[in-house]
């Protein structure tokens, strides 16, 4: 790697890490007033999820109505590998407001945890809503074949998704994986080793 690309990287860590620490202390001062509050982004490791999940159940409870907590904390139960509680918590959101810019990736999470607990319908009707509103969602086509290839064993729906996908985005590594997933498929080996992608 190089130096210049390595200084980079730490700067921009520098500069997420005091934009989180930042939205968490406007956040902390705007309790009592009209400002919503938003969730602090920390490092990922488990504590900073317990104290980001704590924190937001707190909010939540002064303020039932905030969508961008409830998405972080359906974020937090999607990466601490606990998709029930994911799966409300973006319920939650949309419930609050189905109409946003990022209802696509709201309802791609959340089909992605449908798909961990063996909702494959449930799945992919997310997954097909998301790309509904959005075309151009490459997360939810990509997650949409890899249900139908990996578990409900529809290669030819698989194959379209996909095909949907190289339509948008032939170059990239993820678009040429995708397109090696649709090869493998078409020549009849077993479904792809892709698995859900946020």
Known sequence: MKKENLVFMLVALLVGLLGGFLIFSVANKNKGGSAQQTMPMGSGSPTDYSQRIA???KILAQDPKNYQVWVQLGNDYFDTEQPQKAVNA???ALEIDSNRQDTPNVLTDQGVMYRKMGLFDKAIANF???SSLDPRHLQSLYNLGVVYANDVNQRDKAI???QRYVALDAMSPQGQQVKSMIEELKAGGGPPKGGAWK
Do not use: H, M, V
Request: charged share 40%; hydrophobic share 40%; proline share 0%.
């Open 55 to 57: 924190e937001a159940e």
């Open 160 to 162: 379209a998704a996909w």
């Open 90 to 92: 973006y319920s939650k």
């Open 128 to 130: 097909e809503k998301a």
